[in-house]
């Protein structure tokens, strides 16, 4: 089958809306990752003994299934029990609270990472929790972090062809209606591949650039 260079422009506009898709379930989804994750990561620092072995049990269950199995279950099976969601929502839930439980890792050992001598200097100040926290922890805690959240967000947008098991519109889906419809695969499978990879590599060299900006922190 030869390349039929009419039949890619007649295309693109379909696929440049599944790019949309992708992207906009990417960014939900890394957003979500990043609330989730840093929940899980305080919760697990809790004095509370039940509550940290609990969410340490859910956090290893979801890192222990696949990232399918885990859509079609938000999206096939809480119906049965009356919550249906929008495709959309659905993976965007799906992606936030797998890729969560590994951002969460990565807050852990960014937080572990402050030397307890700030804790140790913030209790002699008399500073409260909060301003531990938002004040001392945190700001020393995320600069590190970043490259690592970094490749975690481009796995994400690499996983999102999973979607389409649920029937999101996002690139490989649209990719998958066009080729189906005029029985030609070469064109869209190859302008798929083809634009994860350029936006693949821009996110590459995002992530230097984090790396080399935020890698390294003077204490």
């Known amino acids: 089958m030869e390349w039929d260079w009419n039949f890619v422009w007649q295309i693109m506009p379909t696929l440049i809306q599944g790019v949309k898709i992708t992207i906009l379930a990417t960014l939900l ?4 990752a990043a609330v989730v994750g ?20 859910a956090a290893e269950f979801i890192r222990g299934t696949p990232l399918l199995v885990q ?4 999206f096939y099976v809480l119906p049965d029990i009356g919550i249906l969601l929008p495709p959309l929502v659905a993976g965007v839930i799906g992606l936030g609270l797998h890729y969560g439980t590994y951002t969460a890792e990565v807050y852990r050992a960014g937080i572990d990472n402050v030397p307890r001598g700030q804790w140790e200097a913030a209790k002699a100040c008399n500073l409260s929790a909060r301003q531990t926290w ?5 700001p020393q805690a995320i600069p590190p972090m970043i490259p690592a959240l970094a490749n975690y ?4 947008f690499k996983e999102t062809p999973l979607l389409s098991a649920i029937t999101v519109l996002e690139l490989m889906n649209q990719a998958k209606s ?3 419809t005029y029985y030609r695969y070469i064109e869209p499978i190859t302008l798929v591949g083809a634009f994860f990879l350029a936006i693949s590599l821009c996110s590459v060299v995002l992530l230097r650039w984090l790396e080399r900006r935020y890698g390294k922190i003077e204490r």
């Open 134 to 138: 938002t004040h001392i922890i945190i």
């Open 178 to 180: 066009v080729a189906n």
């Open 153 to 156: 967000f481009i796995a994400m």
């Open 29 to 32: 989804g890394s957003v979500l």
């Open 71 to 74: 859509l079609y279950f938000i």
């Open 38 to 57: 840093l929940g899980i990561a305080l919760a697990r620092r809790s004095p509370n003994k039940a509550l940290s072995r609990i969410v340490g049990w």
